[in-house]
C-alpha cells in the first residue's frame, strides 16, 4: 500500500497529520513525498521524517529518529556557539573560575568514562547529555525540551520522552533497548 503526500509552502498540516502517518506506517503504508509545484521549498526535516515513516522494524525506527534528534541537538549547540569553549574550558566554567572543564566533570563524580581525552569529546551519543543545558545557560535563556525536536515530539511516548531526559551517560543502545520495552505502533 502506498501514500502520496502531495507538499504545499504550508507544511502545517503536513506536521499535523504525523501522527495519523504514524499510524499508516503501522498498517505497513510506503510514503511517496510529491511536490505540487517548483516553487516549494524542499524541506530536510520533511525528507527525513518521510525516511523514518519509510523505515521497517521498531528497532530501525528509533536509531533513526535518535539519530536525527542526536544531529539538530549537536547542530543547535555548534551553530550557536552556546558552551563558548576556549582553551577547553566552557563559559560556564570559566565564569564559575572552576578548574573543570565541562559538565563532563564534576567534583564528586571526577571525568566521565565516555570522555575521550584524545579528541577531548564524548565518545558516545548520550540524548540526556545532548539535552541536558547548564544553570548558567538557562540564565541566558536557552532551553532544550524534547517537543523542540521534530523528531522526538511527533515520534516519541511520554514515558519515551521521560526516558530522554533521565538516561545520562547512557549510549544510543541502551536508550533504545529502553524505547523497545514500552509499547508503540511501530
Ligand atoms: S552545558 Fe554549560 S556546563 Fe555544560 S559544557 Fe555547556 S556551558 Fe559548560
Ligand atoms: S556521556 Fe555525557 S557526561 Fe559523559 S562524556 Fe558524554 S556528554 Fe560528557
Same mark, same amino acid.
Given at each position: 500500500?502506498?501514500?502520496?503526500?502531495?507538499?504545499?509552502?504550508?507544511?502545517?498540516?503536513?506536521?499535523?497529520?504525523?501522527?495519523?502517518?504514524?499510524?499508516?506506517?503501522?498498517? @505497513?503504508?510506503?510514503?511517496? &513525498?510529491?511536490?505540487?509545484? *517548483?516553487?516549494?521549498? =524542499?524541506?530536510?526535516? /520533511?525528507?527525513? !521524517?518521510?525516511?523514518?515513516?519509510?523505515?521497517?522494524?521498531?528497532?530501525?525506527?528509533?536509531?533513526?529518529?535518535?539519530?536525527?534528534?542526536?544531529?539538530?541537538?549537536?547542530?543547535?549547540?555548534?551553530?550557536?556557539?552556546?558552551?563558548?569553549?576556549?582553551?577547553?574550558?566552557?563559559?560556564?566554567?570559566?565564569?564559575?573560575?572552576?578548574?573543570?572543564?565541562?559538565?563532563?566533570? @564534576?567534583?564528586?563524580?571526577? &571525568?566521565?568514562?565516555?570522555? *575521550?581525552?584524545?579528541? =577531548?569529546?564524548?565518545? /558516545?551519543?548520550? !540524548?540526556?547529555?545532548?539535552?541536558?543545558?547548564?544553570?548558567?545557560?538557562?540564565?541566558?535563556?536557552?532551553?532544550?525540551?524534547?517537543?523542540?525536536?521534530?523528531?522526538?515530539?511527533?515520534?516519541?511516548?511520554?514515558?519515551?520522552?521521560?526516558?530522554?531526559?533521565?538516561?545520562?551517560?547512557?549510549?544510543?543502545?541502551?536508550?533504545?533497548?529502553?524505547?523497545?520495552?514500552?509499547?508503540?505502533?511501530?
Amino acid at each position: 500500500m502506498k501514500k502520496v503526500i502531495i507538499l504545499g509552502n504550508d507544511t502545517t498540516i503536513f506536521y499535523k497529520k504525523i501522527r495519523f502517518y504514524r499510524f499508516l506506517k503501522f498498517l @505497513g503504508y510506503h510514503f511517496e &513525498l510529491k511536490y505540487k509545484d *517548483d516553487s516549494v521549498k =524542499k524541506s530536510e526535516e /520533511i525528507n527525513n !521524517i518521510i525516511k523514518i515513516l519509510n523505515t521497517k522494524g521498531r528497532k530501525n525506527t528509533y536509531s533513526l529518529i535518535y539519530d536525527y534528534a542526536c544531529d539538530v541537538l549537536d547542530q543547535e549547540f555548534v551553530c550557536h556557539n552556546l558552551c563558548d569553549f576556549k582553551n577547553d574550558r566552557c563559559a560556564s566554567k570559566r565564569n564559575k573560575n572552576s578548574k573543570h572543564h565541562s559538565c563532563c566533570e @564534576g567534583t564528586k563524580r571526577g &571525568l566521565c568514562k565516555h570522555f *575521550d581525552k584524545k579528541t =577531548k569529546r564524548c565518545g /558516545i551519543k548520550s !540524548i540526556a547529555c545532548k539535552l541536558f543545558v547548564c544553570p548558567y545557560l538557562m540564565k541566558k535563556g536557552v532551553k532544550y525540551r524534547v517537543n523542540k525536536v521534530v523528531y522526538l515530539k511527533y515520534f516519541l511516548s511520554f514515558r519515551q520522552k521521560t526516558i530522554c531526559y533521565a538516561s545520562f551517560f547512557e549510549d544510543k543502545d541502551q536508550v533504545i533497548k529502553k524505547f523497545m520495552n514500552i509499547f508503540r505502533w511501530y
